[in-house]
C-alpha cells in the first residue's frame, strides 16, 4: 500500500506538469465520436474494417497524447531512445517498483477517460449502437475496450526505461504493427466475418459478466509482463555510457 501510495505521489508532480494537456483527451474523443457516430450504421452492417483500424489508433495515442515533449519516448544518444524524466528519476534514491509503477498510472488513467468519453458519447448519440447493446451490455464492453487499451497502451510506460535501437529495430517496429493489422484482418474481416468491435458486442450481449471478468484478468496479467518487462529493461541498460 506504500508503494502504491509513492507511486500515486510521483505520478501527481508529472500530472501538475502535463494536465492541460488532457484537454487534448476531450479533443480526441470528440473527433473519434463524430467518426464513430457516423459510421456506425455501416459498420454494424457491412463492419467495415478501417473502423476497427481507426479505433486501434486512438487507444494507442490516447495513452501517450498526455504527455509534454520531455516526458516522451525519445531518442537520448547515439542508440538510446527512453523517457528523459524516467531516466533522471533513476538516478534518486526512489524504489524501482514505485518507480515503474508511477509510469503507469497517468497512461492508463488517460485511457479510462478517453474510452469512457469516446464510446459513452458514441452510444447517446448512435440510436444504431443503442439498439445494438442496452446500458448493462454497453459497460460490459466499455471495460473490455479499456482492458484491451490497457494491453496495448502498456507499451508505452514499459518503453520508458529505453531501449538499445539497433540498425533493424525500426524496420521490424515497423513490420511488427503491418502484421499486426494483418492479422487483425485475417482473424475477423476474413475467418470470423465480421469486425473486431462487432465481435465485442457480440461478447458483451452474450456473455456479459463473463466478458468482464475475463477482460480484467487478461489486462492484469499484460500489465504484470509490461511491468516486468520495465524492469528488466532498467537492469541492461546503461544509462551513464
Known amino acids: 500500500m506504500n508503494t502504491l501510495r509513492q507511486a500515486l505521489w510521483l505520478a501527481g508532480i508529472e500530472f501538475n506538469v502535463s494536465k492541460k494537456h488532457y484537454l487534448t483527451i476531450l479533443l480526441m474523443a470528440g473527433i473519434y465520436t463524430f467518426f464513430f457516430y457516423l459510421s456506425m450504421p455501416s459498420y454494424l452492417e457491412e463492419h467495415i474494417y478501417i473502423f476497427d483500424v481507426l479505433l ?9 497524447a498526455i504527455k509534454p515533449k520531455n516526458f516522451q519516448y525519445q531518442k537520448m544518444n547515439d542508440n538510446l531512445y527512453g523517457s528523459p524524466y524516467f531516466v ?8 524501482r517498483t514505485v518507480l515503474i509503477m508511477s ?6 488513467t488517460s485511457i479510462t ?3 469512457v468519453l469516446a464510446l459513452t458519447g458514441t452510444y447517446l448519440f448512435s440510436s444504431e449502437l443503442q439498439n445494438a447493446v442496452n446500458p448493462l451490455q454497453l459497460v460490459a ?14 507499451l508505452f510506460p514499459a518503453s520508458d526505461p529505453g531501449d538499445k535501437i539497433k540498425r533493424f529495430t525500426f524496420f521490424w517496429s515497423y513490420a511488427s504493427i503491418v502484421l499486426f493489422f494483418a492479422g487483425l484482418y485475417l482473424i475477423f474481416q476474413v475467418w470470423l466475418d ?3 468491435f462487432k465481435w465485442t458486442i457480440y461478447l458483451a450481449n452474450e456473455f456479459t459478466f463473463l466478458s468482464i471478468v475475463i477482460s480484467i484478468l487478461i489486462a492484469c496479467l499484460v500489465t504484470l509482463y509490461w511491468f516486468r518487462h520495465a524492469n528488466r529493461q532498467i537492469t541492461k541498460i546503461d544509462y551513464l555510457q
Open 113 to 115: 477517460i478517453g474510452i
Open 141 to 154: 464492453m466499455i471495460v473490455m475496450w479499456i482492458c484491451i487499451s490497457f494491453c496495448i497502451g502498456g
Open 194 to 196: 465480421t469486425g473486431f
Open 103 to 108: 509510469r503507469f498510472i497517468l497512461p492508463y
Open 88 to 95: 533522471m528519476l533513476n538516478q534518486l534514491p526512489i524504489k
Open 56 to 64: 486501434i489508433i486512438y487507444i494507442g495515442t490516447i495513452s501517450f
